[in-house]
């Protein structure tokens, strides 16, 4: 469910930060260009976890700003379809159920994929396993943790086209289980690679030589 990446970019360093850490102001930087970000065939970055080498700081001119090239592994979110999970329930309707990471919130449950035969209580706003042997039934109570399998996982990607920004969905699913279009887990985020070459047209001087990579 989470795997460390390797990766390099460029970090521009502020003059006024140059009293600081470097290792803790290079972090800080990395997290606000990663952290909560879906990156394409890698996973849903959580944050830095170390740095494998820094460069020398390049200074460009009419810029006070320090620019070192790193090579960081980053923290990342990468379930798999058919990975057991370990969640929180903390929604409830008709349509199903959402779970929460702690983390992450956006895991969703939908009707068809509860144990049968399950029906939703419309009294107390719970979904009920009315399972063989029990007169009441399980009850999947707000705050209960439960246990699940993936069953698909989709991100929406944002991509700047000549018509201007476009939203398409992207999922990985068991084919067996799909209906109607939904998911049964998803993130939300943006396309980091559309996300690093606004910020590359917004530099001069070829400060960002290349786009980050991932190494591994």
């Not at 997290?31 to 170390?50: E, F, H, Q, R, T």
């Not at 009441?136 to 201007?164: N, V």
Request: aromatic content about 12%; proline content about 4%.
């Amino acid at each position: 469910m989470f795997v460390l990446t390797l990766m390099r970019d460029v970090v521009r360093v502020a003059p006024e930060t140059f009293d600081r850490d470097l290792l803790e102001v290079l972090e800080e930087e990395l997290d606000k260009k990663y952290a909560n970000k879906m990156i394409p065939d890698v996973g849903l970055s959580i944050c830095v976890n170390d740095f494998q080498t820094i460069e020398d700081a390049i200074i460009y001119p009419g810029d006070g700003g320090a620019y070192h090239k790193v090579v960081f592994r980053l923290f990342v979110f990468r379930p798999f379809v058919g990975e057991i999970a370990v969640g929180t329930i903390i929604h409830s309707d008709e349509k199903g159920i959402r779970v929460s990471l702690d983390f992450f919130d956006d895991i969703f449950i939908p009707n068809y994929l509860l144990p049968q035969p399950s029906e939703y209580d419309q009294r107390a706003k719970l979904w009920v396993w009315k399972y063989e042997g029990s007169e009441e039934g399980g009850i999947f109570t707000l705050h209960e943790q439960i246990r699940f399998r993936i069953e698909s996982i989709g991100f929406t990607q944002i991509e700047t086209t000549m018509s201007g920004r476009q939203a398409t969905m992207n999922s990985t699913e068991n084919s067996s289980s799909s209906k109607n279009g939904e998911t049964s887990s998803y993130f939300n985020g943006v396309d980091m690679k559309e996300y690093m070459v606004l910020e590359n047209k917004s530099l001069k001087d070829n400060r960002y030589d290349k786009d980050p990579q991932v190494l591994i």
